[in-house]
């Protein structure tokens, strides 16, 4: 199985100018704990989680209308749609993350979340076997 199988398509996303508060109204809104930033392209540049707002911006009394981009992750790991779903989840494992963006041609066209594989039955000891080796110290 490949990750477009199984992948968001319609993903919102931010440039790195929005606010810190513009992500975090955009993950209320969506109900996800993470937001691509992408540059004019469409290319992942960064990713903004729940925890990074948390940790980097409200535990540092950083300004809330500041840019996401000087709290964001910028080393973004990414999959294509042709990856096999196994290694998005060795990729997940191996980095410690929840969540890849899918690019096409460098461009953002989903997302594919640790759920998204516990979700096929096939994949749920591969997804629980990622969520054990992510929440490790």
Same mark, same amino acid.
């Given at each position: 199985m490949k990750v477009k199988d199984i992948m968001t398509r319609d993903v919102s996303y931010l440039s790195s100018e929005c606010s810190i508060f513009e992500a975090a =109204? %955009?993950?209320k809104d969506l109900d996800v704990g993470s937001v691509p930033i992408? !540059?004019?392209?469409?290319?992942? %540049?960064g990713v903004v989680t729940d925890r990074d707002i948390v940790l980097r911006s409200v535990a540092n009394n950083i300004n809330k209308n !500041? =840019?996401?981009g000087g709290i964001m992750s910028s080393n973004v790991i990414t999959v294509t749609p042709e990856t096999d779903v196994h290694e998005a989840a060795n990729l997940m494992a191996r980095h410690q993350i929840r969540r890849l963006p899918v690019v096409e041609n460098g461009k953002l066209v989903g997302m594919v979340? +640790?759920? !998204? +594989?516990?979700v096929e039955n096939i994949h749920i000891d591969e997804a629980g076997n990622a969520l054990s080796d992510i929440s490790k110290d």
């Amino acid at each position: 199985m490949k990750v477009k199988d199984i992948m968001t398509r319609d993903v919102s996303y931010l440039s790195s100018e929005c606010s810190i508060f513009e992500a975090a =109204n %955009i993950m209320k809104d969506l109900d996800v704990g993470s937001v691509p930033i992408c !540059d004019e392209a469409h290319t992942p %540049i960064g990713v903004v989680t729940d925890r990074d707002i948390v940790l980097r911006s409200v535990a540092n009394n950083i300004n809330k209308n !500041d =840019n996401v981009g000087g709290i964001m992750s910028s080393n973004v790991i990414t999959v294509t749609p042709e990856t096999d779903v196994h290694e998005a989840a060795n990729l997940m494992a191996r980095h410690q993350i929840r969540r890849l963006p899918v690019v096409e041609n460098g461009k953002l066209v989903g997302m594919v979340s +640790l759920g !998204d +594989l516990a979700v096929e039955n096939i994949h749920i000891d591969e997804a629980g076997n990622a969520l054990s080796d992510i929440s490790k110290d």
